[in-house]
């Protein structure tokens, strides 16, 4: 009966672990003012080796792009659109052309138009499709507070 417990315990402790999640991209966020009227936030991904996510250009008919969306707030507004390095681009059979996307690690960056000299947070969500060779993961949506400094 002993043997037969610990079997069971081990067979549920090797389904739950085969069961996880894959969570490739891990994200981190910050934010510099850079004067009394204008901030930038940063987005950091930082991508395990043989996956990788897409760029904020995508075509319509391909993967889904990396996008930001700033909450609505009265004391802050977004200032132009985010900007990102130059990304890899190449062709992926998956979706039949070409695609530009990032590896490793990425730095999206975005300038933030001060209303108020009281900001203290900077919210708003996250979009991003990650991909290796052989599969992709479901899109992911995640909601950021990324804290500004004085």
Known sequence: ???LLILTILMIAGISTYAQIESPV??????KRISSTEAVVFLRAT???G???YSLDVKD????KTSFTFDPSKAY???GNATQPTP???Y???FSMNVSYFEKSVTFQQKIKLKSANVSVIKGKLEYMTCNDQKCLPPEDLDFSIPLGK
Do not use: F, L, N
């Open 1 to 3: 009966m002993k043997k």
């Open 61 to 64: 008919g391909g993967p889904i």
């Open 47 to 49: 991508i395990q080796d």
């Open 77 to 79: 507004s977004v200032e």
């Open 26 to 31: 891990k994200w981190a966020y910050a934010a």
């Open 88 to 90: 890899v681009t190449r």
């Open 92 to 94: 992926e059979k998956a």
């Open 51 to 53: 996956w990788h996510i």
